[in-house]
């Protein structure tokens, strides 16, 4: 039947073309790079508080709004709008700014470093002109910036309210930015779970009434399933049934690999579970960037 739709089809070249540059999968940054992605996927990144989320998450934002090229400087980005939902309030924009300005330096160093390595310039003034003059692209960065949209929602109110006004925003940033694909990211998405279930339990005692819940554990299950699962799922079968990626983040329990070979940083292991990878990714945070360990 797949076999008859795809044949019965008639496209022109044209609207091929678009069609396949639409669909191009997203290859972005570890410990998210283990599979493309594309169109239509769902990343879905779980584990416990800290491990990091957050953090990749403005990883990959950073790798979408940034360009390919600019001005002779290679950027590797994907040149897409990104709409941020915060959901917990904790999101701290200095972050993401202080981290495209090093990405966009770095990119911007590595042309001065083979500029100086054609006139035989050593290997530490080379270093040392790197660090006194290198900027970024004041002109880059505030395009970049334009494409990313940040919503901060206080309730579960906002937030739908938000998802009832998904559309009409994200085609105001398609035709300001000129641009089809968009990356929508929800940082923390059962952040009013906990405080809404609370509130229903105490309504259900204080009425009377019982209230039954299918698709989250019962406080007292919790002890009791979670080390069946490597992660504690309480989202709703329809969230789940979304899902077409699921990343699961957590410390390492490894001490000796924290203190002896990383300098203290505290080593994470991201490890793919939907699909199912028999890969385990270490990495380690530092200076507000994520590194692979080998």
Known sequence: MEAKRWIDVDESAAEMLARVSTERPFLLLPPL????????????????SPSSKTLILIQAAISCILPKEWNGAHY???????????????????????MLKQRMMEATGSIVERNQE?????????????K?????????????????????????????ATLKTLYHQLNEVKEEQRSSVYLLMID????????????????SRNTNRNFFFPDTPDYRNVASTT???????YMPSVWQSFITHRILVRASADDNLTTRHHQNCPVYISEWLLPQLNVLD?????????????
């Open 33 to 48: 790079h283990r599979l493309p992605l594309r169109v239509g996927n769902v990343v879905e990144l779980v584990g416990p």
């Open 76 to 98: 590797g980005g994907l040149e897409r709008p990104v709409m941020f939902i915060d959901l917990d309030c904790r999101f701290d924009i200095s972050c993401l700014s202080k």
């Open 118 to 130: 054609q006139d035989n310039v050593d290997t530490q003034s080379c270093h040392k002109i790197r």
């Open 132 to 160: 006194s003059h290198i900027a970024y692209d004041v002109e880059l960065y505030a395009l970049c910036m334009r494409r990313f949209l940040y919503v901060r929602c206080y309730d579960s109110f906002e937030f739908l």
């Open 188 to 203: 923390s998405i059962g952040a009013f779970h906990w405080i809404e279930r609370a509130l229903t339990l105490s309504l």
């Open 227 to 233: 080390h069946k699962l490597p992660y504690r799922e």
């Open 282 to 294: 270490k990495f380690i945070v530092k200076d507000g960037f994520i590194f692979i360990v080998l």
